[in-house]
């Protein structure tokens, strides 16, 4: 993904103030400044992730409470796993490295890495949202009294978790460019 085609670099280029411009036209501390907005960028793409799961933790919240208060143990365990389990990559997702290498790394972290791993976060936005559809599923099949079928629901909401989790485990080898 080039940088001229991601929303989020465009979003934070736009928004640089008249010293951030005239140290853009600076030899040298030109690329610097690029790398530096290109790390914001994807601080917000990891920003909207972060918020979109929040809120279907919140939802899953809700469900463990109706389901606790229905007393459908049978399903109530599994959501709490899954809330730990939401909660972990959550976590990992706010708390990730932002593309920095230290100057005396071996492997350092350039342009086209920052971009490819902007472009991999915004597929993670995608994967939070099928996370916030499972989840929304099995809300409605709690809040209808289908508990039989909340159950399968958990498991689905349990998969794509899970199958963010290891997409954004992926992550590490983009930083590094080996991805």
Known sequence: MSSTTNPYFDRVKSQTNLQEKIELLVPGFHGYKEKE???ESDKLIRNQIYQKLYDAEAQAKDVYRSLVNQGANDSWDDTDHLLARLDRVMERINH???GYAGFFDSTKVR???LDRMMGYDIQLIQ????VSSA???LKDSVDNNRLQEAKGKVGDAMKTVDALENAYNGRKQIIVGVQ
């Not at 994967?127 to 099928?130: G, N, Q, R």
């Open 127 to 130: 994967m939070a949202d099928s």
């Open 135 to 137: 989840i929304q599923a």
């Open 37 to 39: 907005m290109r790390r």
């Open 96 to 98: 990730s490295e932002y």
């Open 111 to 113: 342009e086209p890495d």
